[in-house]
């Protein structure tokens, strides 16, 4: 019933907007007429993807736009009249032609011109260096980023972002929803270039799940980031761009989807574009039911000796219930041909109720029971996400003359209680109760500013604030056998999280030949404060400032043309403590024997990062190998000891333990094998090696050693069929090797997952149906290591899962974007750290 009258409420309200909103943009159409054409060569060769641009000499809000296919011809609707023609395409000259279009059919084929050779033309900006894709390809490689395309991801219809990312090139996620890159789970999530309340202040599962597939434009995997952006996230950078407009008039789509274990999702897409105004909307919810398994085998023993002391078992089920709602509006408008305005809101809310079962086995030496106990544990949590953006553009002139400047305020507040208790042969033995209120604030103002120098150079500065202030509030109580609460004051209290980091930074970029380079520097202040105050009084503070600088250089030559290159790269990063890895008492008492608790004293790690990679793409397949090779300082390791000597209570506290390298091949390509079958694989072959100890005198008799090495893969083979101009199939399989640490080691993982599309209403419709985890083996199985005992686990995050997902396009316009040229990674227009993302 629940769950019927949600998706009855979503339907209402979102096709209710819609429809508001098409009656509004209907009032302002134009009798128009459908007209067609080629653009062609001199040689009457078609010239896929070029931008051919209607201009009404009339009225400017009857002009519009459009790309040629892979065929060279275009569609578009025009209301009759006078026009100015403009064809502009990599390699060919711009064109322009006047032509009076009286009435709708075919105008012919229009010519333009070849540049004489590559070396004539224009040098482009190192950063800006494309190795250029067709607009159906999924993944294309650029100087220091790696573009996904997910609307030709099968697999992830219906879905959403946590979907979408396991099957981006150089990613992987987690049975836990964890997120990594090449092994390396400290990845910087950035929504249209910035931390965004859409995700939170500290990403999980929960935060991805909320952003539906079909929102997502395009995902920005950047390995190594250049200065410009911010020099957090030792793994990298996923930069999530979002969808806004992209034709004149009115536009828009709605995805409705159904699937099991029982989920329902409907969401939005809307845009209007008229005259020098472009507005959208972005909205949606869904309800989603999660089902996890998480067991546990733990052998104590005598550090001295080795004997065994006792194990202690434990099976746990978690069942939840999830309803998340989403809104994203905002709009763009040119002030004047060189200066635009843009504002934006952003409102997320998240809701979650959770039920958990624990079983609990106590045995002795001999593996005799001496005791059992279950834990039931209820909890639900409520977050709500505020965002709001502001920019403004201006462009001095058309050269790349250009000023950005950037504001953004954003509140996260996230409320969670749970009521733990404990039966030991059905009788009551003790239990807990735990709230917790956590308010996030932050404030990002940014300034970059771009200088052209000659046609090969191009200067950089820019300056950014991020003011970050967390509100952790805990309150745990426990009872006994006759219910008498009592507060634990260890385990509750109040810690204020407060960061403001000051950024500049600057670099020069230019080329000779072919050979291409980029210098830059980023300087940033950290001041951070921590106030901790427990309810019996206990109070603290703790104060970091430091500074830190952090150099970038890209080197890049090209093999014969700019579809051929070498790359080197180089750059120095910073990984700043997570705000919750520093709160000095447990978060959460619901499983009493597996604690895990944050340590004030966590210093930041840092990273220095070499890259040596290879592109080239021709028109039917695509290599991109990268040699990589990681250097980490202070490095961060979860330490898990006993509470006090004897206890088999588990603490799992972060420290920065020592040193660490990584190296590796990240190997990515894609191939049309035919017609009708196209591949995209992606290799990961990673080694590294740690060096550190711990020793807590409180604790333990001898040092914990660190110390390791070894050596890991992921594999993923994505293949997409055709099987008729409507009906498309993928199959993916997805492998993880088996990874050992100083503390830990995991078994290996397969996965297979199979995706259908089919194409209806005459192209206005697409109906998907998808499977997760076709064999069931999506799973981590791990042996932890510590100084007095000896743990394996299992954890499945979700199982085997269906879905189902009917999209329907209305009153769609033609694409106005501009020609696929050569572009600066990190300039407006490709939405790269800046707040109002592709327009």
Avoid: C
Wanted: aromatic residues 12%.
């Amino acid at each position: 019933m629940i769950r019927t009258e949600i998706t009855q409420n979503l339907t209402r309200k979102t096709l209710g907007l819609t429809f508001m909103l098409s009656a509004a943009a209907f009032a302002f159409a134009q009798e128009k007429m459908n007209v067609s054409g080629q653009i062609v060569d001199k040689q009457n060769q078609p010239v896929p993807y070029a931008s051919v641009s209607f201009s009404n000499k009339a009225n400017k809000l009857f002009s519009d736009a459009t790309l040629t296919d892979e065929k060279g011809t275009y569609q578009v609707a025009l209301v009759p009249g006078n026009y100015d023609i403009t064809i502009e395409a990599i390699d060919f000259k711009k064109s322009t032609l006047n032509k009076q279009i009286a009435k709708p059919g075919s105008l012919g084929n229009f010519t333009v011109e070849q540049e004489g050779s590559l070396t004539n033309t224009k040098t482009q900006d190192i950063q800006g260096v494309t190795i250029t894709a067709a607009a159906t390809k999924p993944y294309r490689v650029e100087l220091d980023k790696k573009v996904y395309d997910p609307s030709t991801d099968l697999i992830s219809k219906g879905g959403n972002l946590q979907d979408v990312l396991t099957n981006v090139p150089s990613v992987s996620v987690e049975t836990d929803g964890t997120v990594s890159m090449r092994g390396n789970s400290n990845v910087r999530f950035l929504i249209n270039g910035k931390p965004s309340a859409l995700l939170g202040i500290d990403s999980g599962a929960n935060a991805l799940q909320s952003i539906p597939a079909d929102q997502i434009e395009r995902i920005e995997v950047i390995t190594n980031p250049s200065s410009k952006f911010e020099a957090s996230g030792t793994a990298g950078i996923l930069n999530i761009i979002l969808k806004k407009t992209k034709g004149m008039g009115f536009n828009g789509s709605v995805t409705g989807s159904v699937g099991y274990l029982p989920s329902t999702n409907l969401n939005t897409n809307l845009s209007w574009k008229k005259g020098n105004w472009t507005w959208f909307l972005n909205g949606g919810g869904g309800y989603r039911e999660s089902e996890g398994k998480n067991d546990s085998d733990t052998r104590f023993f005598d550090p001295a000796t080795g004997a065994t002391t006792s194990y202690f078992e434990q099976n746990s089920l978690n069942a939840s219930e999830n309803k998340n709602y989403n809104a994203n509006a905002g709009f763009t408008v040119d002030l004047s041909e060189k200066t635009s305005f843009n504002m934006s809101g952003m409102v997320r809310t998240f809701e979650s109720e959770n039920n958990n079962t624990v079983d609990n086995f106590a045995y002795n030496a001999a593996r005799v029971v001496d005791s059992y106990s279950q834990t039931l544990a209820l909890g639900n949590s409520k977050n709500l996400s505020l965002q709001g953006d502001l920019g403004l553009d201006h462009k001095f002139n058309t050269n790349g003359h250009n000023l950005y400047l950037s504001l953004s305020l954003q509140k996260s507040d996230n409320k969670s209680s749970e009521d733990s208790r404990e039966f030991d042969n059905t009788l009551f033995k003790y239990g807990s109760t735990g709230a917790n209120n956590t308010v996030n604030k932050s404030v990002i103002g940014k300034i970059d500013y771009e200088l052209p120098i000659g046609e090969a150079s191009k200067l950089e500065a820019g300056y950014r604030i991020d003011s970050n202030k967390n509100d952790y509030d805990f309150l745990n109580r426990e009872t006994d056998t006759f219910l008498n609460y009592g507060t634990v004051d260890a385990y509750s209290g109040n810690t204020v999280y407060s960061e403001t980091i000051n950024a500049a930074y600057a670099q020069f970029k230019s080329k000779i030949d072919k050979f291409g380079y980029q210098l830059g520097l980023r300087a940033e202040n950290s001041d951070i404060g921590i106030d901790y105050r427990s309810l019996s009084g206990n109070v603290s503070r703790k104060d970091k400032n430091y500074t830190g600088f952090f150099p970038s250089v890209f080197l890049s030559y090209d093999l014969g043309s700019t579809n051929n290159q070498l790359l080197l790269n180089y750059s120095r990063r910073i990984n700043r403590p997570r705000s919750w890895f520093m709160i000095p008492y447990p978060t959460s008492l619901a499983n009493r024997q597996n604690l895990f608790r944050g340590n004030e004293d966590l210093n930041p790690e840092y990273i220095d990062s070499f890259e040596l990679g290879y592109a080239i793409q021709k028109k039917k397949f695509t290599i991109n190998p990268t040699l990589y090779y990681r250097s980490t300082q202070d490095e961060t390791q979860f330490v898990v000891m006993s509470e006090s000597p004897g206890s088999n209570v588990l603490i799992t506290r972060p420290y920065n333990i020592g040193s660490d390298q990584q190296y590796g091949l990240d190997l990515n390509a894609t191939a049309d094998l035919f017609s009708w079958w196209k591949i995209m694989a992606s290799a990961d072959l990673f080694g590294y090696k740690t060096e550190g100890e711990f020793f807590d005198a409180a604790t333990m008799t001898k040092p914990l050693s660190f110390d390791g090495s070894g050596f890991s893969t992921r594999f993923r083979l994505t293949n997409s069929f055709k099987i008729d101009k409507t009906l498309g199939m993928q199959v993916q399989g997805f492998y993880r090797g088996g990874q050992k640490t100083p503390s830990s080691e995991s078994k290996p993982m397969y996965v297979l997952n199979f995706g259908a599309n089919k194409t209806i209403w005459n192209g206005n419709g697409t109906l998907a149906f998808n499977i997760q985890d076709i064999l069931g083996t999506r799973g981590r199985e791990m042996t932890s290591f510590g100084n007095n005992f000896e743990k394996e686990s299992f954890m499945r995050w979700m199982p085997r899962t269906f879905n189902l997902s009917l999209t329907y396009r209305f009153k769609q316009g033609e694409k106005v974007d501009q020609p696929k040229r050569k572009k600066d990674i990190n300039s407006n227009s490709s939405g790269d750290d800046e707040p109002q993302g592709p327009m």
